[in-house]
């Protein structure tokens, strides 16, 4: 089992920067991909970012040359750099993870096994 906590959200001006944390515990060897995910208001969560244990990454649309993932692997711990931040960037911010590695080709919601609690980004 994993354990998924998230961290850094907080409330910005449009054009700022965030950076969110997750730090992983428990059987984290087990896994392939951990990626970030959103939930606005009224909307459904949407695969943000991936990154799978092979290096490679995956990017929503909307946020491709603005968001960031990476991760340090001697902390156990997944990043997400979020710069230019809009308001429709605002929502509630999900560490996901999955032993399985296709996780990470499809940023889909189903894929991906263990969850974090979210962690909340304002963008005004």
């Known amino acids: 089992h994993v354990q998924l906590v998230e961290s850094g959200g907080g409330s910005v001006q449009a054009g700022g920067s965030l950076r969110l944390s997750c730090k992983a515990a428990?059987?984290?060897?087990?896994?392939?991909?951990m990626g970030w995910f959103r939930q606005g208001p009224g909307k459904e969560r949407e695969g943000v970012a991936g990154?799978?244990?092979?290096?490679?990454?995956a990017y929503a649309n909307s946020v491709k040359g603005r968001f960031t993932i990476s991760q340090d692997n001697a902390k156990n711990t997944l990043y997400l750099q979020m710069n230019s931040l809009k308001p429709e960037d605002t929502a509630l911010y999900y560490c996901?993870?999955?032993?399985?590695?296709?996780?990470?080709?499809?940023?889909?919601?189903?894929?991906?096994?263990?969850w974090g609690q979210g962690t909340q980004v304002t963008v005004s």
């Open positions: 990154l799978g244990s092979d290096g490679i990454t």
């Open positions: 428990g059987d984290t060897d087990s896994i392939s991909c």
């Open positions: 996901a993870a999955n032993p399985d590695g296709i996780a990470c080709r499809t940023l889909l919601e189903r894929d991906f096994g263990y």
